[in-house]
């Protein structure tokens, strides 16, 4: 095969990659999501909610913001669901990269965290947001209503099977429930949603935190204290549609502010 031939092959194929051009503008979330987790996890963690897969979770995306070379801003993790907030996306946004290489990263790390012995998978989606302000907000306080759905749904289901309902069975009979009607079926049985761990009513955030470290300015001979960012897991969180929740969130995008003060944006 001559060069020509190949330039002209190649060409071809990548015609072919109709999708390829897609590109997705920040800030965005990546959200990822486990694939048939609740029947993979079925045999090894407790239900409704185990210790041990949250935090495996939690330090899964805690190497992703280590070690992936990607750049988030915040992780919002619940269950087996994970949404990462980019200001800056690599491969100049291509939707095809940032889906399939969040996905295998975090597949990669669960499993390495967790050490899975069978395979496990996430898919992924971007979901444009409008601003870091209202725009992440509001999308955070959805997913944290999911969150709390999904909370209710898993007691239910699983106090449902202990009272001698069937899986089938219990899965119906929640799908027809009412939230309140889930909420006072376990409060009978001695378990009140109210009081149960923040992390699996509210959901955790993994974010890069900002704090002060003492330096000396050998230039003006005098101490200095300057912004660093330390990646941390937060499992106790406000609601984000309060005025705690919009504090936190300000406090954890203060790099990007910081960033576009330094690059003369702000």
Request: proline fraction near 4%.
């Amino acid at each position: 095969m001559t060069a020509q031939s190949r330039i002209r092959d190649d060409h071809a194929e990548k015609e072919l990659e109709l999708y390829a051009a897609i590109r997705a503008l920040p800030p965005l979330i990546v959200r990822a999501d486990g694939r048939n987790f609740r029947r993979l996890l079925q045999p090894e963690f407790s239900k409704p909610f185990d210790t041990r897969f949250a935090t495996g979770m939690a330090d899964a995306v805690t190497l992703f913001f280590e070690r992936s070379g990607f750049d988030p801003l915040l992780a919002f993790l619940f269950s087996d669901e994970v949404n990462l907030c980019f200001t800056h996306v690599p491969f100049r946004g291509r939707l095809e990269k940032l889906n399939s290489v969040i996905a295998s990263y975090l597949a990669s790390a669960l499993t390495l965290v967790l050490r899975f012995t069978r395979p496990i998978a996430f898919d992924a989606r971007v979901i444009p947001i409008c601003d870091l302000d209202e725009g992440l907000r509001a999308y955070l306080a959805h997913r944290q209503a999911e969150a709390w759905r999904n909370h209710i749904n898993a007691y239910g289901y699983y106090g449902l099977q202990t009272l001698g309902l069937s899986k089938r069975a219990a899965e119906t009979r929640v799908k027809g429930m009412k939230a309140m009607e889930v909420h006072e079926l376990l409060y009978r049985e001695g378990i009140n949603l109210n009081e149960t761990p923040a992390w699996q009513r509210r959901g955790m955030i993994v974010a890069k935190e900002p704090y002060g470290k003492q330096g000396y300015d050998r230039r003006a001979e005098r101490a200095v204290t300057v912004t660093r960012f330390r990646t941390v897991q937060l499992w106790e969180l406000p609601l984000f549609s309060t005025e705690d929740g919009q504090r936190l969130l300000n406090r954890l995008t203060v790099r990007e502010t910081i960033s576009k003060r330094g690059a003369g944006v702000v």
